[in-house]
């Protein structure tokens, strides 16, 4: 099991403004998320928010299992709803239209424009 303070955390993974495009961006697109669960091990999750990905019970899941500083996603290659704590995450890729790892998958950094 790695130690927390080993883990090369995403640096945006505090930055509300990262986490409500993280949402907006699942909401058309599929990405994939390398996270440290609360047990330790480290997980690689492909997931969207895409509505036509999501089961018919979408909205009621979401808006039950809703938490500051969690994110709430459909796991496609699962095939259910899974949690994850934000301050968790370590990476973060957006792979557009493609359910699967893309050969040059772009990472989603939100730039300071001011």
């Not at 330790?40 to 909205?59: A, H, K, S, W």
Request: hydrophobic fraction near 30%.
């Amino acid at each position: 099991m790695a130690n927390i303070e080993e883990m090369n955390f995403h640096p945006e993974r505090n930055n509300d403004d990262w986490r409500r495009d993280i949402e907006e961006l699942l909401r058309t697109t599929y990405g994939r998320f390398v996270f440290q669960k609360v047990n330790g091990d480290v997980r690689t999750m492909y997931c969207t928010l895409r509505v036509e990905e999501l089961p018919e019970e979408y909205n009621k899941e979401l808006s039950s299992r809703a938490k500051p500083g969690i994110l709430v996603v459909y796991d496609y290659e699962n095939d259910g709803w899974r949690s994850m704590r934000y301050d968790s995450v370590i990476s973060f890729a957006s792979l557009g239209d493609n359910r699967k790892q893309p050969k040059n998958p772009s990472t989603f950094v939100l730039s300071d424009t001011e």
